[in-house]
């Protein structure tokens, strides 16, 4: 750092450990101590291990954008046979050897691909993950959305001006009559929806298996690919999905495709205007409540809780926080996707326990998750 760093000066202490906090923070924005634990063997790998951290967060739009470049020229896809020489990927690409290079030195650098050789590379373990999870490549198209928001992000903390992209993409979010939104202002969101959808239905349905239940209710499901997969997983089950009318067309195309009709019905409305369908003994909540405030979700929680029958379950599953500790995907990511998008917050296990109990659920508990960075669950009885 530049030695005309502005001087930190940390609030008055309470305890023993805020004064030694403090202290840390006046040693380490001190230049000399900077260039004295870069030099000294004990301190000059945890020095290079933070620099290396503060050069990550700077450079982080970098690596979003090669990432992005290996997934739309879908290098991993003309990888999957084995490792291949850059000039045979250049002319599989229609760009110059030199460019390819770059390319992959540039996404090796970042663990997507391997160096096989001279001028021969391969896939790597996070290059092979991106050719089995068809979500995750459509999630970083989807991005140069939130990038072009992100673009002024002192702007975006004060309110800005303007539609935002991400406004414009998810429709409802902003929409006085939601429920009026036509099919191709639905149609992008509900096919990325139902893309990330897989995973994260395997693994609620795995830790919450729906055996003995008889109708399940998926409010917000969008065009029914968590109630695909549960209907295929429990042949006993049918099922409801409550959503708005151009997206629940979408869920009925869907179940017609899949065989699914005669076990599977839609509910075109508005959750925040309409009453929700009555009598499905368990109902989901996946990836819906962290897309609203706090009012809305009550007064949703409370509408889920009247329409179930006696007995009935919800269970809410969907991207959580530490109440104490934030984290980069629920505080950071998610934090600033959702402030783009007009409304919404990722919420703490302990205020969503504690908002079901307000809206008179009972038994409300944590089941784990195999990926709890895709989505933690909350059961509740009625």
């Known amino acids: 750092m530049a030695d005309h760093a502005t001087p930190i000066h940390p609030p008055a202490a309470r305890s023993w450990r805020d004064r030694w906090q403090n202290f840390r923070i006046r040693l380490i924005a001190d230049p000399t101590f900077q260039r004295f634990a870069a030099g000294f063997p004990p301190t000059r790998w945890i020095a290079r291990r933070k620099g290396r951290a503060l050069f990550d967060l700077c450079a982080g739009f970098v690596y979003s954008q090669i990432l992005v470049a290996f997934v739309r020229l879908r290098v991993a896809e003309h990888l999957a046979g084995g490792p291949r020489p850059v000039v045979a990927l250049a002319r599989d690409l ?185 009598g499905a003994d368990v109902a989901t909540l996946i990836r819906v409540c962290f897309d609203h405030d706090d009012a809305r979700v009550a007064r949703l929680l409370g509408q889920v809780r009247a329409a179930l029958a006696p007995g009935g379950r919800l269970l809410l599953a969907e991207v959580m926080t530490d109440a104490e500790r934030p984290e980069p995907i629920g505080d950071a990511y998610f934090g600033f996707y959702l402030l783009a998008m007009g409304r919404g917050r990722c919420r703490s296990v302990e205020k969503l326990r504690d908002m079901l109990r307000k809206a008179g659920f009972r038994a409300v508990r944590e089941v784990p998750t195999r990926r709890p960075m895709l989505a933690r669950l909350l059961t509740a009885e009625v």
């Open 94 to 278: 229609s760009l110059d050897a030199d460019a390819v290079e770059r390319l992959l030195r540039a996404s090796t650098a970042l663990g997507l691909t391997r160096r096989c050789g001279e001028g021969v590379y391969g896939l790597a373990d996070l290059g092979a993950a991106l050719l089995g999870n068809a979500g995750v490549a459509e999630m970083i198209e989807h991005h140069a959305a939130l990038y072009a928001d992100l673009a002024d992000p002192t702007a975006l903390l004060r309110g800005g001006s303007g539609e935002r992209a991400l406004e414009h993409y998810w429709g409802y979010a902003t929409a006085e009559a939601a429920s009026g939104l036509s099919g191709d202002r639905v149609a992008a969101y509900s096919e990325l929806m139902a893309a990330s959808v897989p995973m994260v239905a395997e693994d609620v349905l795995d830790a919450h298996p729906l055996d003995g239940r008889r109708l399940l209710m998926d409010v917000g499901g969008g065009s029914g690919r968590f109630v695909a997969a549960a209907l295929h997983r429990h042949p006993g089950l049918h099922a409801v999905v409550a959503d708005l009318p151009s997206v629940a067309e979408l869920a009925r195309d869907r179940f017609a495709a899949e065989g699914l009709e005669g076990r599977a019905q839609v509910a075109g409305l508005d959750f925040h205007r309409d009453p929700l369908p009555v």
